[in-house]
């Protein structure tokens, strides 16, 4: 981040994402249902992960991006191809998924290689349980965005365990290790 206190905006977001959590299961949340004329359980009944993500994952993105100006100074919303943010000059892409495992989706388009990743876990009733953020460049990564497919203009994000060196977790913790304990491929999230 070439003006960018990394530090700085680390310790801001790990601030921000619990106020973030509490502010969409103590607010948001209800507002949402009111909305839907429905409760959330009901409203997302059969329906796949990616739904939630694109109805709840631009909420929370809005309150992140106004929590967090509250404690940085630089940081905007930059909304544009391959970017989400602008901190001090550098733009930053950002993936929130609901999604169990350890990838991101995203369109197929050329993104900025500084990508702030979060994951939520949402009970039934729509309540945030658990938590899991970081950031990292790509440009120091082997692992990268696939290419979209012939049918799809989608792209998956997997880091390589290769790569857990060039994340820098926010909140949760991330792992290389297997259920049996030995290293796998990929690395894993896991949320708090």
């Known amino acids: 981040m070439k003006n960018l206190n990394k530090s700085e905006f680390i ?3 790990a601030k921000v994402i619990p106020l973030m959590v509490n502010e969409w299961n103590n607010n948001k949340l209800a507002i949402f249902e009111e909305l839907n004329e429905q409760s959330f359980a009901t409203y997302f009944k059969g329906r796949q992960t990616q739904e939630k993500t694109k109805q709840v994952a631009p909420i929370l993105d809005s309150i ?3 929590m967090i100006q509250t404690e940085i100074t630089g940081f905007m ?3 544009g191809v391959g970017r989400d943010y602008g901190y001090r000059g550098t733009p930053i ?4 998924t609901f999604g169990a495992g350890n990838g991101w989706t995203g369109n197929g388009y050329s ?3 500084w990508h702030l990743l979060m994951r939520f876990e949402l009970n039934e009733d729509g309540e945030i349980i658990k938590s899991f953020a970081m950031i990292t460049n790509l440009n120091n990564c082997i692992s990268q965005w696939t290419a979209p497919g012939t049918t799809s203009n989608f792209s998956t994000l997997k ?3 290769l790569d857990i060196d060039q994340l820098t977790v ?4 991330i792992t290389d290790k297997t259920k049996s304990g030995k290293s796998g491929k990929y690395i894993l999230p896991v949320m708090i």
């Open 11 to 13: 310790e801001a977001a």
């Open 64 to 66: 992140f991006a106004r």
């Open 77 to 79: 919303v930059d909304e």
């Open 93 to 96: 892409e950002c993936k929130i």
């Open 111 to 113: 993104k900025t290689p």
């Open 159 to 161: 880091f390589l365990s």
């Open 170 to 173: 926010i909140v949760g913790t």
